[in-house]
């Protein structure tokens, strides 16, 4: 199974960016799609984007669209999230997720339909 670490977390500022990244090991990292969740205090985990095991699929959650980029590069075994324009309300913890199975339609979107986690970084939006 992969192991999922993630790194990058930071104190922006509002209209600010960041990078995310999320390294993989333990597994052949082609083998899987992967995702960005999210998990703000007191909400529940949501997704940010996702991007299928050969980087040419993506999908975002509409709040972030046109801002956020989701991008792989399979021989360093590591997805990253590209975020700009970043408001106060996306302050969360950011989890790498994967997940070597088929998704289909509307089940990418799920937390449920996601294997493995990493273990999160903090993101915090604020001046």
């Known amino acids: 199974q992969v192991q999922l670490v993630e790194s990058g977390g930071a104190l922006v500022q509002p209209g600010g960016s960041l990078r995310l990244s999320c390294a993989a090991s333990?597994?052949?990292?082609?083998?899987?799609?992967m995702a960005w969740f999210r998990q703000g205090p007191g909400k529940e985990r949501e997704f940010v984007a996702a991007?299928?095991?050969?980087?040419?699929?993506?999908y975002y959650d509409h709040s972030v669209e046109g801002r956020f980029t989701i991008s792989r590069d399979n021989a360093k075994n590591t997805v990253y999230l590209q975020m700009n324009k970043m408001k106060p309300e996306e302050t969360a913890v950011h989890y790498c997720a994967a997940t070597p199975k088929a998704l289909y339609g509307s089940s990418w979107y799920f937390a449920s339909a996601w294997d493995y986690w990493g273990q999160g970084t903090q993101v915090t939006v604020s001046s």
């Open positions: 333990g597994d052949t990292f082609s083998r899987y799609n």
């Open positions: 991007i299928n095991w050969s980087g040419n699929s993506t």
